[in-house]
């Protein structure tokens, strides 16, 4: 069992910047990758980020890329999401997922562990 904990949501304003946490616990694997989703109020959850287990290679949704950065410290267990000039369309519950493995994963389906989830929310 792998616990995911996130941490580093809160309450900003458009064009501001913030950082995700998600420190991994319990069963531990020798690679593994990980992802970020989020979860807006009345809609599915989407893709954001993945990263593999070097850290390597990363892929991003097109909403995202170019203003946030997935990286992870594997000596803490510990992947970021780095989100910079926000924007309301932002605001969504954000959740980071495990999966043991090589490559990074873009579908949900595709992991084994979810975090509880931060929420992030961008005023205009």
């Known amino acids: 069992q792998v616990q995911l904990v996130e941490s580093g949501g809160g309450l900003v304003q458009a064009g501001d910047s913030l950082r995700l946490s998600c420190a991994a616990s319990?069963?531990?694997?020798?690679?593994?990758?990980m992802g970020w989703f989020r979860q807006a109020p009345g809609k599915e959850r989407e893709f954001v980020a993945a990263i593999n287990w070097s850290g390597g290679f990363t892929y991003y949704a097109d909403s995202v890329k170019g203003r946030f950065t997935i990286s992870r410290d594997n000596a803490k267990n510990t992947v970021y999401l780095q989100m910079n000039s926000l924007k309301p369309e932002d605001t969504a519950d954000y959740y980071c997922?495990?999966?043991?493995?090589?490559?990074?994963?873009?579908?949900?389906?595709?992991?084994?562990?979810w975090g509880q989830g931060t929420q992030v929310t961008v005023s205009s």
């Open positions: 997922a495990f999966k043991g493995g090589l490559a990074y994963y873009t579908r949900i389906g595709d992991y084994d562990y």
């Open positions: 319990g069963r531990t694997f020798s690679r593994y990758a």
